[in-house]
């Protein structure tokens, strides 16, 4: 199956579409030889010139969801327009929360599975070929789909470089969703937005993770302090998330966010695969962690073996002293 | 309140995990245990229906050679019974063909509320919740951190990039809860011992009347072309801290002109 055409989602936050859509689009450029994207909400028409500059020459339009979570309505919205032909051969999906969510009901409605978790894709002879990082990192597993239809592939975020290709703005047309009813019966009543200081988890170029060996929760205030020392952001170990004390947006991991920073410092983090699935990829790592046999230290670049509780508060200080 | 919740048995994931060099399959021979990440939608679901005043908790799972050892834990909690569905014919199924084989089960027990972690630990695809419900025709809300129940209706705090949304979806629906959000209890020994003759029903594929080309290797779809060692990082200096590790630190941060 070659593949001519693939689809990307878009999604959007705060009127620009998000980081990971647009290393996907890059990415599908090169891949095939149109590259059209989907994408719903209130803002879609500003999106255009953005998305068009990424190389994408149409984008379907769901359209405004109206509260509806956009799984159930943009799935059906897919699935219509595969139906009534000339679809893509390929969806790429960001791996989002919404992303996820939609990738899922879409595999159903197309009755085509998944690929989640991708972090390469490449064109092969039968197609798109994924590549996957899996036993924290240590081996890469390659796959395919078999058979008939689309594929839908989940993609992690900073698995390809964003950019432009300097196209002319896509053309927007309207995708609307099918009535989908009780599927689509979850509404969004409120939005809390959480404050937060410094770079986003994703984004930053510094982040400073913390783990078990804090022993406790109040200790992570350190982290937070260092982080904001070094305008970073911080992060989290899954076990410190599952005892529930920082919550799931701060976890880094298989199961949580990459993050590719300039500098990653570990701190009191073990390094379970899990975890080093989503760090080991940083430009520079520093690990501090009491146990010098911890898997942590054989991916750091600096490693301190020493007690977090005492290093920290100490270069929390010499930091704050060079003013 | 009848809730169902999805629950794996997975490889101990204290122990190296391994492919099979024939089948490229994840081997998941020896003892099974409850999936750590279930534990949340088990102790959620108990706290459910308490506070709704009654209902039952059935557990629903697949998994080889009949296990039974992480239902058992989460029936040792306080589910009431459990649904297991294992046929040599699921081994290699992926997340669809998982999905088809749950809803069918789950369909069964006509629950008001079906719980499932976002992703397992093992496989962590993450899809497999959201395609039962689409399966189901329920509406879902994903990434849960606050599950609530009034009257017909289920009201969450759904995780965001930004923050948290609250979210309202009329009953019956699928609702998968992050790690963390609740404190699973531990099983008492009176729940252990309860535990061994609360009732499992086993089934197979084919009496949720499931073809064996929808599930199994063969309903997968895909297939692994390669696995290969990914390039090693170079480990890099290792200082055992002596009162002066935190310079070392700041060095290195100079260097990279964090500092």
């Given at each position: 199956m070659s593949v001519d055409k693939i689809w990307v989602?878009?999604?959007?936050?705060?009127?620009?579409?998000?980081?990971?859509?647009?290393?996907?689009?890059?990415?599908a450029?090169?891949l095939a030889g149109t590259?059209e994207?989907v994408?719903?909400?209130?803002?879609?028409?500003?999106?255009?010139?953005?998305?068009?500059?990424?190389?994408?020459?149409?984008?379907?339009?769901?359209?405004?969801?109206?509260?509806?979570?956009?799984?159930?309505?943009?799935a059906a919205a897919i699935a219509a327009a595969v139906a009534q032909g000339g679809g893509p051969d390929a969806i790429l999906f960001?791996?989002?929360?919404?992303?996820?969510?939609i990738a899922a009901r879409l595999s159903v409605r197309l009755d085509r599975p998944v690929l989640t978790?991708v972090?390469?894709l490449t064109a092969g002879d039968g197609g798109l070929v994924t590549?996957?990082?899996?036993?924290?990192?240590?081996?890469?597993?390659s796959a395919r789909f078999t058979g008939e239809g689309p594929g839908i592939y989940v993609?992690?975020?900073?698995?390809?470089?964003?950019?432009?290709?300097?196209?002319?703005?896509?053309?927007?047309?309207?995708?609307?969703?099918?009535?989908?009813?009780?599927?689509?019966?979850?509404?969004?009543?409120?939005?809390?937005?959480?404050?937060?200081?410094?770079?986003?988890?994703?984004?930053?170029?510094?982040?400073?993770?913390?783990?078990?060996?804090?022993?406790?929760?109040?200790?992570?205030?350190?982290?937070?302090?260092?982080?904001?020392?070094?305008?970073?952001?911080?992060?989290?170990?899954?076990?410190?998330?599952?005892?529930?004390?920082?919550?799931?947006?701060?976890?880094?991991?298989?199961?949580?966010?990459?993050?590719?920073?300039?500098?990653?410092?570990?701190?009191?983090?073990?390094?379970?695969?899990?975890?080093?699935?989503?760090?080991?990829?940083?430009?520079?790592?520093?690990?501090?962690?009491?146990?010098?046999?911890?898997?942590?230290?054989?991916?750091?670049?600096?490693?301190?073996?020493?007690?977090?509780?005492?290093?920290?508060?100490?270069?929390?200080?010499?930091?704050?002293?060079?003013? | 309140?009848?809730?169902?919740?999805?629950?794996?048995?997975?490889?101990?994931?204290?122990?190296?995990?391994?492919?099979?060099?024939?089948?490229?399959?994840?081997?998941?021979?020896?003892?099974?245990?409850?999936?750590?990440?279930?534990?949340?939608?088990?102790?959620?679901?108990?706290?459910?229906?308490?506070?709704?005043?009654?209902?039952?908790?059935?557990?629903?799972?697949?998994?080889?050679?009949?296990?039974?050892?992480?239902?058992?834990?989460?029936?040792?909690?306080?589910?009431?019974?459990?649904?297991?569905?294992?046929?040599?014919?699921?081994?290699g199924t992926d997340a669809l063909g998982t999905a088809k084989?749950?809803?069918?089960?789950?369909?069964?027990?006509?629950?008001?509320?079906?719980?499932?972690?976002?992703?397992?630990?093992?496989?962590?695809t993450?899809t497999?919740?959201?395609q039962?419900?689409e399966l189901?025709?329920?509406?879902?809300?994903?990434?849960?951190?606050?599950?609530?129940?009034?009257?017909?209706?289920?009201?969450?705090?759904?995780?965001?990039?930004?923050?948290?949304?609250?979210?309202?979806?009329?009953?019956?629906?699928?609702?998968?809860?992050?790690?963390?959000?609740?404190?699973?209890?531990?099983?008492?020994?009176?729940?252990?011992?309860?535990?061994?003759?609360?009732?499992?029903?086993?089934?197979?594929?084919?009496?949720?009347?499931l073809d064996a080309s929808q599930v199994g290797n063969a309903g997968a779809r895909q297939e692994i072309t390669?696995?290969?060692?990914?390039?090693?990082?170079?480990?890099?200096?290792?200082?055992?801290?002596?009162?002066?590790?935190?310079?070392?630190?700041?060095?290195?941060?100079?260097?990279?002109?964090?500092?």
């Amino acid at each position: 199956m070659s593949v001519d055409k693939i689809w990307v989602l878009a999604e959007v936050a705060d009127g620009a579409p998000i980081t990971t859509s647009l290393e996907l689009i890059s990415q599908a450029r090169s891949l095939a030889g149109t590259v059209e994207a989907v994408t719903w909400g209130d803002a879609t028409a500003s999106v255009a010139g953005t998305l068009g500059d990424y190389g994408v020459t149409t984008v379907h339009d769901v359209g405004d969801l109206a509260g509806a979570l956009p799984g159930a309505p943009v799935a059906a919205a897919i699935a219509a327009a595969v139906a009534q032909g000339g679809g893509p051969d390929a969806i790429l999906f960001p791996a989002t929360y919404d992303g996820r969510d939609i990738a899922a009901r879409l595999s159903v409605r197309l009755d085509r599975p998944v690929l989640t978790n991708v972090v390469g894709l490449t064109a092969g002879d039968g197609g798109l070929v994924t590549e996957h990082a899996i036993f924290g990192g240590s081996q890469m597993l390659s796959a395919r789909f078999t058979g008939e239809g689309p594929g839908i592939y989940v993609v992690r975020a900073k698995s390809f470089a964003a950019e432009p290709s300097g196209g002319a703005e896509a053309a927007v047309v309207a995708a609307p969703a099918p009535d989908t009813g009780a599927t689509n019966g979850a509404r969004i009543v409120a939005r809390h937005v959480e404050e937060r200081i410094g770079p986003k988890l994703d984004e930053a170029d510094v982040v400073v993770s913390g783990g078990r060996g804090l022993g406790e929760k109040d200790n992570y205030a350190l982290i937070e302090e260092l982080a904001a020392l070094l305008r970073g952001a911080a992060g989290a170990s899954r076990a410190i998330v599952d005892a529930g004390w920082v919550p799931y947006s701060h976890q880094v991991g298989q199961t949580g966010k990459t993050v590719k920073p300039t500098v990653y410092l570990a701190c009191g983090i073990s390094g379970a695969t899990q975890h080093l699935v989503g760090m080991k990829n940083s430009k520079n790592i520093v690990a501090i962690n009491k146990d010098q046999d911890a898997p942590i230290f054989s991916v750091a670049d600096l490693g301190i073996v020493g007690d977090v509780h005492k290093v920290l508060p100490q270069l929390i200080e010499a930091i704050k002293a060079r003013g | 309140m009848n809730v169902v919740v999805c629950v794996k048995q997975i490889p101990d994931p204290a122990a190296p995990p391994a492919l099979d060099p024939g089948t490229n399959n994840l081997v998941r021979e020896g003892k099974l245990i409850l999936d750590d990440s279930d534990s949340y939608g088990v102790e959620m679901a108990l706290q459910l229906a308490d506070a709704a005043g009654g209902g039952e908790v059935t557990l629903v799972s697949m998994a080889p050679n009949g296990e039974t050892s992480g239902l058992r834990t989460a029936l040792a909690m306080g589910a009431a019974k459990a649904i297991l569905i294992s046929d040599d014919t699921l081994a290699g199924t992926d997340a669809l063909g998982t999905a088809k084989v749950l809803a069918a089960a789950i369909k069964r027990a006509e629950p008001d509320l079906v719980l499932a972690a976002t992703e397992s630990t093992d496989g962590y695809t993450g899809t497999t919740p959201v395609q039962i419900a689409e399966l189901l025709g329920l509406p879902s809300v994903t990434f849960a951190k606050k599950v609530e129940i009034t009257g017909d209706s289920v009201k969450v705090e759904r995780q965001t990039e930004a923050g948290y949304d609250e979210v309202e979806s009329p009953l019956p629906a699928l609702v998968t809860v992050t790690a963390g959000v609740v404190e699973p209890r531990y099983p008492s020994f009176k729940g252990i011992m309860a535990a061994k003759s609360k009732p499992v029903e086993t089934l197979t594929a084919a009496d949720l009347g499931l073809d064996a080309s929808q599930v199994g290797n063969a309903g997968a779809r895909q297939e692994i072309t390669q696995v290969a060692d990914a390039e090693a990082r170079s480990a890099g200096e290792i200082v055992t801290d002596e009162g002066e590790g935190y310079q070392r630190v700041i060095g290195f941060l100079e260097q990279l002109k964090v500092l």
